[in-house]
């Protein structure tokens, strides 16, 4: 009789042990989001798991684990209790030279950071909002963590929507009086005299040429709306003054179009800055959100496919249960195609215009990924709005690829099974 019990308990060891945990992340699963969340407290603690690329729209799976399970139910995030069997088609599915999928496995948790000042409001950035919502732990940074060298701390830093080149995102004419617009100078202002910065601009230059070697030496950098634009022309004028005096008190240099150096930047290339205080725009790069509105009802744009075995870093940031995705606008809404630079890959754009929206790149041992817009859930999100309630949308396409992102540098390739 005892022997009869070991042998089941045994049995039922092995079975549960044999098991796997499924995550799906196709329209079956109930909120997108958090299962990235769960995703990442798992690593955190020390758990290992699997990303499967392009099966049932970029699922995860692990090893099974009672925590796993009780941590899902809790979240309210969707799962499958796998045997290893079937665990082991899946792997033969995924590759198979015949199917456009791979896994790569899931290692250690990144460490996040958000460059983000500490007057920030909560209409200020989506990427904090999404990771809280998916609870993913993140430290926030500015500017003196930055230059005194804390990003080596750190994995993964999402760009604030900042504006690099000291012009305090150009909402001079229209907020200069504003109690908001005068904190955030204020504020700029006190950093850079603190860290002996005669200037706003110089000071925001360095944190950029910071972030440069920062990518360079391996690092992930993540940015949206206003953040991908004025880093790289801040990067690209930094020989010349492209501040007007009513941000430094000096006028620009009457020849800084022609002193840009593209080689300096990451994405763009041969655009021009416009330096006139009561235009809102950066540089020709951005497509106006007042150019899209018009186009509300019509603005989509389409993640292209990429291969899976041969191209797993784009197909990791563009993992999706839809691949055309509702657009947003912002301070910077999306890009020319003109003047991205030839070695950048387009993740994401709308089709039938010049508009890339999603873009990402190598520099160095690390890389780089651009997001256009503000919010993927509030089209025309405006200052001072409340902040969006992300409960609501848990299942947003446009959101994943923020957490695609974050998620990105846990990723190993797996060797295929023999």
């Known amino acids: 009789m005892r022997k009869i019990l070991f042998c089941l308990i045994l049995i039922i060891t092995t079975t549960a042990y044999s098991e796997k945990i499924l995550i799906p992340m196709d329209l079956s699963q109930t909120d997108h989001l958090k299962a990235y969340g769960i995703t990442f407290w798992w690593l955190t603690d020390g758990g290992t798991g699997e990303w499967l690329l392009n099966y049932r729209s970029g699922s995860f ?16 995030v969707d799962y499958e209790v796998i045997s290893d069997a079937n665990a082991n088609q899946i792997y033969a599915e995924v590759q198979d030279e015949n199917t456009n999928m791979d896994v790569v496995r899931l290692e250690k948790a990144p460490r996040i950071a958000v460059y983000v000042p500490p007057t920030a409001q909560p209409w200020d950035d989506a990427v904090r909002l999404v990771l809280e919502y998916a609870e993913v732990p993140y430290t926030p940074i500015w500017d003196e963590e930055v230059l005194n060298d804390k990003l080596k701390d750190f994995d993964w830093i999402h760009l604030h929507h900042e504006d690099f080149t ?28 603190k860290l002996g910065y005669a200037k706003v601009s110089k000071m925001k230059l360095n944190v950029a040429q910071k972030m440069r070697e920062y990518v360079a030496s391996g690092g992930f950098l993540f940015a949206m709306c206003s953040a ?47 330096n006139d205080p009561s ?22 744009f389409t993640l292209f496919d990429f291969s899976a075995k041969y191209d ?3 197909t ?72 969006t309630d992300v409960s609501l949308h848990k ?24």
């Not at 229209?174 to 850079?192: E, K």
């Not at 179009?257 to 655009?271: G, H, M, R, S, V």
Request: net charge negative.
């Open 312 to 314: 797993p870093v784009p």
């Open 61 to 76: 799976m692990f090893d099974y684990d009672e925590d796993i399970v009780a941590e899902c139910q809790l979240r309210g």
């Open 228 to 274: 991908t634009d004025s880093y790289d022309i801040a990067l690209a004028a930094q020989n010349t003054d492209i501040c007007p005096d009513v941000f430094d008190g000096d006028p620009v240099d009457p020849s800084d179009n022609q002193k840009l150096n593209y080689d300096n930047t990451f994405a763009f290339q041969n655009f021009k800055v416009i």
């Open 279 to 300: 235009v809102y725009e950066f540089s020709d790069i951005d497509i106006p959100a007042e150019d899209l509105l018009n186009t509300q009802e019509t603005d989509y």
């Open 166 to 193: 000291g012009q305090y995102g150009k909402f001079w004419l229209s907020y200069a009086n504003t109690p908001w617009y005068i904190t955030m100078v204020t504020s700029n202002q006190t950093m850079a005299e």
């Open 316 to 387: 990791m940031l563009t993992q999706n249960h839809a691949n055309v995705i509702k657009g947003f606008v912002g301070q910077t809404s999306a890009f020319h195609r003109e003047f991205v630079k030839p070695s950048v890959t387009i993740l994401g754009e709308r089709e039938g215009t010049d508009q890339v929206k999603y873009i990402y790149g190598k520099f160095g041992r690390g890389f780089f990924t651009w997001y256009g817009g503000h919010d993927p859930e509030d089209y025309t999100h405006k200052i001072g709005d409340p902040a």
């Open 395 to 418: 299942n947003s396409p446009g959101y994943r690829l923020i957490l695609n992102n974050v998620l990105f540098p846990a990723a190993k390739k797996k060797k295929q099974k023999t």
